[in-house]
């Protein structure tokens, strides 16, 4: 976990666990992520609690980087270093120019998620244990009645209890 992808000369502010993406009873696509911070990360987790961080953004290698106009794969085995160098494809269409651009498709590589204030995909928010429970639209109607959210939902850890020896 990276603060604004950070990753030069700073070490990960946290760590992610897991992360899967859903598909929502309304049919969109979410990533869902289980992170952790530190304590010392104070500063950033005061950020996160007054939501001037509330997104994310994720850096990833895809498993395909294709051509607009024609299809060609500049993580195939036809491509050459040139390819991605100069973003044109062995038709002569180059990346940025009349119209071409590059089509992302699968994961190839996921490298890390980072903190930041403005994600590049839209609505990438970052929500409270009780926002991902109850739904957005519901956190906000209580909270706007005066009713602290957080108050109306239990969270609890199941647990094994040690066995007692009674001898």
């Keep these: 976990l990276h603060n604004l992808h950070d990753q030069d000369i700073a070490l990960p502010v ?3 666990f897991c ?3 859903r598909t929502t ?3 969109t696509t ?3 992520t289980l992170f952790y911070l530190p304590n010392s990360e104070v500063d950033l987790i005061a950020k996160l609690e007054a939501n001037v961080v509330d997104e994310v953004s994720v850096g990833f290698l ?3 980087i294709q051509c607009s106009k024609c299809g060609f794969d500049f993580l195939g085995s036809e491509a050459t270093f040139e390819n991605i160098w100069t973003l044109t494809c062995n038709n002569d269409h180059t990346i940025g ?5 590059s089509k992302l498709s699968g994961l190839g590589q996921w490298m890390e998620l980072s903190l930041v204030s403005k994600g590049a995909a839209n609505n990438a928010k970052i929500l409270s244990r009780t926002k991902q429970l109850m739904g957005e639209q519901e956190y906000n109607r209580l909270a706007a009645s005066g009713v ?4 109306t939902t239990l969270f609890t850890i199941a647990t094994k209890e040690p066995k007692m020896d009674m001898q």
Excluded: I, M, N, T
């Design 14 to 16: 946290g760590r992610v």
């Design 19 to 21: 992360c899967e993406v």
């Design 25 to 27: 009873f309304s049919g």
């Design 30 to 32: 979410e990533l869902r």
């Design 62 to 64: 895809p498993k395909k």
């Design 97 to 101: 120019e009349d119209g071409v651009h």
């Design 148 to 151: 602290k959210p957080e108050a």
